[in-house]
């Protein structure tokens, strides 16, 4: 995060995650409408409305929280005691592991890496499944990789945790950015997971900070009451606007795909045209996490810093040094841009 935060501005960035920020100005958003103080109580009711229903539940399934980073730190407050252990997916988001272990939690994790195509295959989750685990955590779509888990495998991996009296927490911050292919929330699946979202990625709202979790209303009351310990109420400034995002989402969607439909197929050919890189394409969202098959990945990174002014992710911080994630979220001109640059980078580091 750290990284994240003071390391990763570039000219031509291609590190960052998400969909670039949406102005405020393309938003029907009046100083009529804002108001400091409001009933945000356990949450604003027209926000709990609004997010039940984008996905498919009642109000009561709904815990509002800042971004998907403190709905995923409720969610494991709410899910785990201290020493219990969690299984969580590899190569991973760093900062499920460190809160986490902050919450006390033991990690375990199982293997979802190129080899295996990045994707979750139950049977590796079952090996890995301990009597002491009472959650594994998902990211859908996966962050590095923008790989999709179907249904079918998150029902598998269900069972192996209902049979274990476990949990499934499925991070689905990117999963919003399908838009209209976007499969319903896990939470459908079963009482037994838990979802956590944001319109963070798909959006390029994260200033709002409005994150959210779904559990089964029991679950989701006593995330509520923990919330109490950490931020007590919202940003009532900050609910109206994401109120009023949610309100005009097709107009917001709308840029995010045009963004998308110009950068994706830059990536695609980027990726075909590399035999130094192996990477499975993702088909939708916003990242990809090719791997460089030799050479150092931080030598790469200074190179293109130094002398190409571009930003990529170092795959260290997933855990995986060989790879890198790019994203294609950003201004098209930039991340043209961005890529031409990657690939003279990559050619001057094959002629050494
Ligand atoms: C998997 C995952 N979850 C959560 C977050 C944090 O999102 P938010 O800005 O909604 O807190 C990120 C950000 O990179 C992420 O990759």
Same mark, same amino acid.
């Given at each position: 995060?750290?990284?994240?935060?003071?390391?990763?501005?570039?000219?031509?960035?291609?590190?960052?995650?998400?969909?670039?920020?949406?102005?405020?100005?393309?938003?029907?958003?009046?100083?009529?409408?804002?108001?400091?103080?409001?009933?945000?109580?356990?949450?604003?009711?027209?926000?709990?409305?609004?997010?039940?229903?984008?996905?498919?539940?009642?109000?009561?399934?709904?815990?509002?929280?800042?971004?998907?980073?403190?709905?995923?730190?409720?969610?494991?407050?709410?899910?785990?005691?201290?020493?219990?252990?969690?299984?969580?997916?590899?190569?991973?988001?760093?900062?499920?592991?460190?809160?986490?272990?902050?919450?006390?939690?033991?990690?375990?994790?199982?293997?979802?890496?190129?080899?295996?195509?990045?994707?979750?295959?139950?049977?590796?989750?079952?090996?890995?499944?301990?009597?002491?685990?009472?959650?594994?955590?998902?990211?859908?779509?996966?962050?590095?990789?923008?790989?999709? $888990?179907?249904?079918?495998?998150?029902?598998?991996?269900?069972?192996?945790?209902?049979?274990?009296?476990?949990?499934?927490?499925?991070?689905?911050?990117?999963?919003?950015?399908?838009?209209?292919?976007?499969?319903?929330?896990?939470?459908?699946?079963?009482?037994?997971?838990?979802?956590?979202?944001?319109?963070?990625?798909?959006?390029?709202?994260?200033?709002?900070?409005?994150?959210? $979790?779904?559990?089964?209303?029991?679950?989701?009351?006593?995330?509520?009451?923990?919330?109490?310990?950490?931020?007590?109420?919202?940003?009532?400034?900050?609910?109206?606007?994401?109120?009023?995002?949610?309100?005009?989402?097709?107009?917001?969607?709308?840029?995010?795909?045009?963004?998308?439909?110009?950068?994706?197929?830059?990536?695609?050919?980027?990726?075909?045209?590399?035999?130094?890189?192996?990477?499975?394409?993702?088909?939708?969202?916003?990242?990809?996490?090719?791997?460089?098959?030799?050479?150092?990945?931080?030598?790469?990174?200074?190179?293109?810093?130094?002398?190409?002014?571009?930003?990529?992710?170092?795959?260290?911080?997933?855990?995986?040094?060989?790879?890198?994630?790019?994203?294609?979220?950003?201004?098209?001109?930039?991340?043209? $841009?961005?890529?031409?640059?990657?690939?003279?980078?990559?050619?001057?580091?094959?002629?050494?």
């Amino acid at each position: 995060m750290q990284y994240a935060k003071l390391r990763s501005e570039a000219k031509y960035s291609l590190a960052a995650s998400g969909i670039m920020s949406y102005p405020l100005a393309e938003l029907p958003v009046t100083l009529e409408k804002l108001e400091i103080n409001g009933p945000t109580l356990y949450g604003y009711v027209p926000l709990l409305e609004r997010l039940a229903k984008l996905s498919g539940v009642t109000p009561d399934c709904v815990v509002t929280a800042q971004g998907t980073s403190l709905a995923n730190h409720l969610a494991f407050a709410a899910t785990l005691e201290p020493g219990e252990e969690a299984l969580v997916e590899w190569p991973t988001y760093e900062l499920l592991t460190t809160t986490l272990q902050y919450l006390g939690a033991k990690v375990r994790f199982f293997d979802r890496g190129l080899e295996r195509g990045f994707r979750v295959d139950p049977e590796e989750v079952e090996r890995k499944t301990t009597p002491q685990t009472r959650l594994i955590v998902l990211t859908n779509l996966h962050n590095p990789s923008g790989a999709l $888990i179907d249904d079918a495998t998150l029902r598998a991996v269900g069972e192996i945790a209902r049979k274990n009296n476990a949990r499934v927490l499925v991070d689905e911050v990117y999963l919003e950015s399908m838009f209209e292919l976007r499969p319903r929330p896990a939470i459908h699946l079963g009482d037994h997971f838990v979802v956590t979202s944001s319109l963070t990625k798909a959006y390029g709202l994260s200033g709002v900070r409005c994150g959210w $979790i779904l559990a089964a209303p029991e679950l989701a009351q006593r995330m509520r009451l923990i919330h109490d310990l950490y931020g007590v109420n919202a940003a009532f400034p900050a609910d109206l606007i994401s109120v009023v995002a949610l309100d005009n989402l097709d107009r917001v969607i709308g840029r995010a795909k045009k963004l998308l439909a110009a950068n994706r197929p830059v990536l695609d050919e980027f990726l075909r045209s590399r035999d130094d890189l192996a990477c499975v394409q993702p088909e939708f969202g916003t990242v990809a996490f090719p791997k460089l098959k030799s050479g150092s990945v931080d030598d790469l990174d200074t190179l293109l810093r130094e002398k190409y002014e571009t930003g990529i992710v170092p795959g260290k911080y997933f855990g995986e040094d060989q790879h890198f994630r790019i994203g294609i979220g950003g201004d098209p001109e930039m991340t043209r $841009i961005g890529f031409e640059r990657l690939g003279k980078a990559l050619d001057e580091m094959r002629a050494l």
